[in-house]
């Protein structure tokens, strides 16, 4: 792909609003995307040649490479769906899981025939009108089962086993629904009592579940979510292989999830800052497998995502190093400046360690 300026008419581009970022001839940004367009505004921007931000491919890529963002209609409805299933549950019946059971087909159906981005802060942002029925362990159990499937996948999961490890997935936390919401959404740190009501949640969660005739498998994964590879987890305090592995799976999902959104203490850190911490704790606190597949799955930054660095640079991802994907090979477009490149200026973060990617934006393409 090509980044190239391309002039537009004033007229076509001015709205209420600017639909697009607009540029001077030199790559200098005039107006931002979204950015009011007054009427004086008007009149100096159709006194200059605005250009646009174009796309031009010049690569065709093949169907495998293509990446999608994941359907935020199917997403909202998912989170919905679950929350209407579930939202003032004390015993699990059959019946419900059938309901969840169609969820997970929904979450299969979509990820089987696409690679995806999932950008959780692009969805999270959506869900906040609905705070008012305190969705949030909703919308992280749909993160982690987006995640956990999608790692499942990789592994070599198929069928039935991919279904249990989805659905163990959207139930794993059903037990924070017996949380008081106060000690769930504190803000700032919690007492000692308080982190033992909290990690009652894995017990009280196979509790609710005990008359859905469900497999062992999804239980496990309740059960031990919270359990370590090193043994320090909770509430059992289980170690490595004696810990199911479709409950590794999630622990890693979950883990990352819960670095990345923001809680009432604390903003939620970048993707890149999550999973460099997850890689780091690979063989602690996480099966170094798990690990791997759970980071050669995910794709942080899809190639052709326009990311803006730390120091003010924008650019565009070219490569992405399998090893290290958080550090990908990025074009730069416009300096700290705003100001655009017309050489080929590259930045590898692999190499470049003080810099690293704040903000993506991530265009779906057709
Ligand atoms: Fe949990």
Do not use: C
Not at 16 to 35: E, I, N, R, W, Y
Not at 266 to 275: D, E, I, S
């Amino acid at each position: 792909m090509n980044l190239v300026l391309e002039k537009v008419q004033p007229n076509s581009a001015l709205g209420k609003t600017a639909s697009v970022d607009l540029f001077d001839a030199s790559g200098m940004l005039l107006l931002q995307k979204g950015q009011l367009i007054t009427e004086g505004i008007k009149v100096r921007l159709k006194k200059r040649e605005v250009y646009i931000l174009h796309n031009q491919r010049n690569v065709s890529f093949s169907e495998a490479q293509k990446v999608k963002t994941f359907p935020k209609d199917v997403y909202i409805k998912l989170v919905g769906s679950l929350w209407s299933i579930y939202h003032d549950a004390k015993l699990v019946k059959p019946e419900q899981i059938q309901k969840t059971v169609i969820l997970v087909e929904t979450i299969l159906e979509e990820l089987q025939t696409q690679k995806f981005y999932l950008d959780f802060n692009v969805i999270r942002l959506d869900m906040e009108k609905f705070k008012q029925h305190d969705y949030s362990t909703f919308v992280h159990v749909v993160n982690v089962a987006l995640l956990t499937a999608l790692t499942g996948i990789w592994m070599g999961y198929k069928e039935n086993s991919l279904k249990y490890l989805t659905l163990g997935a959207l139930l794993h936390d059903l037990g924070k629904l017996q949380i008081p919401r106060e000690i769930l959404n504190k803000p700032g740190s919690l007492t000692d009592e308080e982190f033992k009501i909290i990690r009652k949640h894995t017990f009280l969660g196979e509790k609710m579940l005990k008359n859905s005739r469900l497999s062992s498998s999804v239980l496990a994964m309740v059960r031990e979510h919270h359990e370590r590879w090193n043994g320090k987890g909770y509430p059992l305090g289980l170690y490595g292989k004696s810990i199911h592995i479709n409950a590794q799976i999630v622990a890693v999902a979950d883990v990352y999830e819960a670095l990345t959104a923001d809680r009432p203490y604390r903003k939620g850190l970048p993707p890149y800052h999550a999973l460099e911490m997850i890689i780091s704790w690979s063989g602690i606190d996480f099966n170094p497998k798990v690990v791997q597949a759970f980071r050669e799955s995910l794709i942080l930054y899809p190639e052709n995502a326009i990311v803006t660095l730390n120091t003010g640079e924008v650019g565009v991802v070219v490569a992405v190093p399998t090893q290290m994907p958080t550090r990908p090979l990025v074009r730069i477009l416009f300096d700290s400046n705003g100001r655009f490149l017309n050489r080929e200026t590259y930045v590898d973060l692999l190499q470049e360690l003080t810099r690293f990617i704040g903000r993506i934006e991530f265009k779906e393409d057709g």
